[in-house]
């Protein structure tokens, strides 16, 4: 008997880790050297956690064998609430924060405790694939609204009014932006929480970037400027700290509790289903959270991931017929191949072939919700050395595609 997947998951994809990484891995073991730029994880390239955190898991080993409660550990949300105050969201009580593995696993909860089937939640194109998937998956309707190159990858608030419709029930903000590195200013999230008042929406805001910040640029949390509004505002330390393996993610809802009183009930519902979060994570949480991120020596003048964001776009740019928006926060870079040079009418072949003759993985445009195939995704995380190779490589690949076509 043919086993078959299930009708939800026939239009579903993860392209970060989909069919490109298959063949990459299957490369690696070949023997071959391949430079792996799909996946946004800082400890795979060397980017240290900081010792106080690793030490407070290592502690904490032999007092988390139990389950903790399921909304997590209070003293770990407590700790998350304080980080916010710091932020200036000063209404949230830790029995507003919730803890799970990694913001994946809340963005699933969250969004299977609002959707009927049918339902629409507007995400920004391009996007980071796990809100469309798990939109998609639970009987929903992703519909995405575009964000503007020509302005920096603003979301183009034309479009997003234009695609509001009586079946909207969310907006989804992502910013820092993965995959442009665009953080999105005051006044643009000040339309959105506008639109969100007026028709009525939850606004779930996606901030696990917002200590990834470049050139003094400021990031405002949503939630800040949305204080009538239901939000959800998702962080963690996987960026932060630099511990993506640990899957220590948050969620906080603010708002008028009344008005999400049987909505918060659906929530608590599922945190109970799923028993708790990683506890040793959990536990490192309060050490992760205490003073100043350290992450901003990175971010700041000689820091490493500074020098590799402008590394990686400099050279970049100088390549014919690449440009590319300089990233603001985040880390990674999403660049475009002029049409008129490199004509590529299909992006996942593109990134088959860069991979295949070149050894570079990384991510196709339209397997991150860009409805051209003009662009790509790769992640300034590796060091600058090898990302001189790699995008010495891409140069390469590129200059032979043109010789052949000329």
Not at 3 to 23: K, T
């Amino acid at each position: 008997m043919e086993v078959l997947r299930s009708a939800s998951m026939s239009e579903i994809s993860y392209e970060i880790r989909g069919p490109l990484l298959q063949l990459a891995t299957q490369l690696e073991r070949d023997g071959e050297d391949v430079i792996k730029l799909n996946i946004g994880d800082p400890a795979a390239f060397g980017v240290t956690a900081p010792e106080e955190v690793l030490a407070a898991a290592r502690d904490a080993v032999g007092d988390a064998a139990a389950y903790s409660e399921a909304q997590g550990l209070p003293a770990a949300r407590e700790a998350v609430v304080r980080d916010y105050e710091r932020k200036g969201l000063r209404t949230l009580t830790p029995d507003d924060v919730y803890l799970g593995n990694g913001v994946s696993e809340l963005t699933s909860m969250a969004l299977q405790a609002l959707l009927d089937p049918g339902d629409e939640v507007l995400i920004p194109a391009p996007d980071y694939p796990l809100w469309t998937a798990a939109t998609a998956l639970t009987g929903g309707r992703p519909v995405h609204y575009l964000c503007d190159e020509q302005a920096g990858w603003q979301p183009d608030l034309t479009d997003l009014t234009a695609k509001i419709t009586d079946r909207t029930k969310a907006i989804v903000v992502i910013n820092p932006n993965n995959p442009t590195g665009a953080v999105w200013p005051r006044e643009v999230l000040e339309h959105i929480a506008t639109l969100a008042g007026v028709h009525g929406l939850v606004v779930m805001a996606d901030e696990i970037y917002d200590e990834i910040l470049y050139d003094g640029v400021e990031h405002v949390p949503m939630a800040t400027l949305a204080p009538d509004l239901v939000c959800l505002t998702f962080g963690g330390l996987s960026k932060r700290c630099r511990v993506p393996g640990f899957r220590a993610g948050w969620m906080a809802v603010s708002g008028p509790r009344g008005a999400a009183a049987d909505y918060v009930a659906g929530l608590d519902t599922l945190a109970t289903m799923r028993l708790c979060p990683n506890v040793v994570a959990q536990r490192a949480i309060p050490a992760a959270l205490r003073g100043r991120p350290d992450v901003h020596r990175l971010t700041g003048p000689g820091g490493r991931l500074l020098e590799q964001r402008d590394r990686c776009w400099e050279m970049l740019t100088k390549i014919e017929g690449v440009s590319c928006v300089k990233p603001r926060g985040a880390f990674y870079a999403f660049p475009r191949l002029d049409p008129r040079v490199h004509g590529i009418s299909d992006d996942a072949r593109f990134a088959y072939e860069l991979l295949e003759r070149e050894k570079v993985l990384v991510v196709q445009g339209t397997g991150l919700g860009w409805p051209r195939h003009d662009h790509f995704r790769m992640v300034t995380l590796p060091p600058a050395g090898e990302l001189d190779e790699a995008i010495g490589r891409l140069g390469r690949f590129l200059d032979r595609r043109l010789a052949l076509a000329g």
